[in-house]
């Protein structure tokens, strides 16, 4: 992969770092992680220890102050040795921008900065089994007790779930005090009494991000840990929430879509038959496919550097690629991984190994909220100055 043009001076050594760390740590546990539905320890220790966890905390803070292009970047270096560690390192990351978006002195200290240390991993749950795809309305109960705010609902596939230190928790709007508004968002620290998981994830793809059920019942977090105000629910939707977990997402599946390219590619630059001599990739048929393929990469590729730049940038035409983002990703790593799993034959079929972990880790996309078909619709709603909701 060549880095695109867009990636800023300010990245530094930690594409470095990060591809380091893919390849002497991430590369070493992936198919075991896979196979155990084991969640990425040893990536996500190593990612603390480079300092990398911090990406999207501010530099006033200790963090690397990255923007979208950014977790883009690190996500897709991470994604292409395994989806699952790229996920769970892209969940963290918009769980810290959600944090850092509005943080308080309070959040700075108790959150940002042990983030920026490597000593605190945090993630979203904002999915809700009743809900479902329509994450931005929560009715996880959310009541204030005092100085403190009792929370009453469950969380479904929280990725990291009973690993991180803290979760970003979507809930109702406080209803007692009348407030008006979709949701609110607040951060819930692990282990609290009235914390409870569900079994383990054992997902057909992305069977290491550990995406488990969180249930809350009668949970106390302290006044404080709301994150914003209340009211400021569509701004963190949409200058925050949404367009980081796009590009996180972005980013994760496009590592995915590159690594079922890379096997497309070696398995046919390599295969050669006994009985003519003839490189598998020599066949017209083949070297069509293949161009074909890393077109579709590279426009992905393309499109998503240059929505991260426009999101960084404050563009006014954001929104609408970043919207696009995530499907195209969805769709190009789900086509490059059922493409890739014809051209490498029946022995990648047969050996069930990288290529078929690739496929159902690319399956995930399109099903993870926004999904595709949602996106799209609210891509198509944008483009025609509807509103998106
Ligand atoms: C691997 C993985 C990791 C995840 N990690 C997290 C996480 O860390 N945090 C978190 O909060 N959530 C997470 N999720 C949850 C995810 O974002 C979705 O909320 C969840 O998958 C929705 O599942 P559902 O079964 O309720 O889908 P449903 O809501 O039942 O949807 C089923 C299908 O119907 C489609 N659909 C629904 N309504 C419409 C419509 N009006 N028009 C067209 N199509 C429609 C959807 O697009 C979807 O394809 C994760 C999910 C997965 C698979």
Redesign the pocket.
Known sequence: MTPPNVLAASMGTLIETAREIARTVTAKHTESDDREARWPEETMRALASAGLTGLQVPRSLGGHGQGMVGLVAISEIIAQESGSAG?CFA?HCVGTAVLAAKATDYHRERYLRPIARGEHLT?????E?GT????YVPETKATRVGDEIELTGI?????NGGHADSYIVSTAPFSDEGEEGQFNCVVLEKELPGESWDSSWG?FG?RS?E?RTLRLNGVRIPGANLLGDPGDELWYMFEVVAPYFLMAMAGTYLGVAQAAFDEARNHVATRRYSHSGELLGAAPVISHRIGELWTTLEATRQLIYSAAAKGDAGSSDALSSILACKASAADTAVTIANEAMTLCGGSAYRDNGRLSRILRDAR?S????P????LK?WLGRSLLDLPLL
């Not at 399109?366 to 909220?369: K, L, P, S």
């Not at 999904?371 to 949602?374: G, K, S």
């Open positions: 996920l969940m993630t979203l749950a904002l999915s089994p479902g795809s329509f994450f969380k479904g596939f929280v990725t997902g992305m991000n995406s995930a399109h099903v993870m909220a999904t595709t078909d949602i619709t």
